[in-house]
């Protein structure tokens, strides 16, 4: 079945260090991904929609300049979270669909701990 | 705007007893998902439901949408320990998916 690749699935760093999370899928392409935040017991809140080939989408409130996220082909999103702060340690979970009506596909998600 | 509302959000359920989770929707949706996330883990797509009166069962789990209502809901039968997670619900429209809240559900003897 489809997969979502996402890696690395855990990273730990001092603050004001830039972290790059990958988001791939593996059998199938994708020109629209999707970026997630999710907090401990919250649900998921999307902070970007990722778009093969064009500027990515931000939802109210996230930082575009922060979160920059380059989907520069269909099998493959990033997200690079620059200048990290604690306040930015979260879960990040990417996903993609294979088409109208199709589930989305759910990566392992990344564990960010900013020191 | 699309907002997706889930009760309850917390569920202590007792083995072998059956449950229903609620999810609300605000506006028309084309789709409703509903997805399992255990501790530490990412989503598990569980059931899509694309239009009224639709109806899908995988085990002890049962998802059914009633468009009108702008509900679906997910009756679990039988509770078992192995079910004890947090549900999600997520409908969409001409959006990228809204989730609820989520569902803790622990199941206990």
């Known amino acids: 079945g489809a997969v979502v690749s996402q890696h690395p699935s855990w990273v730990i760093c001092k603050s004001g260090t830039s972290v790059k999370i990958e988001c791939r899928s593996l059998?199938?392409?994708?020109?629209?991904m999707f970026w997630y935040r999710q907090f401990p017991k919250q649900s998921l809140m999307l902070m970007a929609t990722s778009n093969e080939g064009s500027k990515a989408t931000y939802e109210q409130g996230v930082e575009k300049d922060k979160f920059l996220i380059n989907h520069a082909s269909l099998t493959l999103s990033t997200l690079t979270v620059t200048s990290a702060h604690p306040e930015d340690s979260s879960f990040y979970i990417c996903s993609a669909n294979q088409g109208t009506g199709q589930p989305q596909h759910f990566g392992d998600g990344t564990r960010l701990s900013i020191l | 705007e699309l907002k997706v509302e889930q009760n309850p959000l917390f569920l202590s359920m007792q083995e072998e007893k059956n449950y229903t989770i609620y999810c609300n929707y605000s506006t028309t949706s084309d789709r409703l998902y509903w997805y399992r996330q255990d501790p530490g883990k990412s989503l598990e797509s569980l059931f899509v439901l694309l239009s009224n009166g639709a109806v899908k069962q995988e085990g002890r789990l049962m998802a059914s949408l009633d468009t009108k209502a702008r509900l679906s809901t997910l009756h679990i039968t039988a509770a078992v320990h192995d079910l004890s997670a947090t549900y999600f619900c997520a409908a969409s429209g001409n959006t990228p998916l809204v989730f609820g809240k989520g569902t803790r559900l622990s199941v206990i003897a």
């Open positions: 059998d199938f392409q994708a020109t629209t």
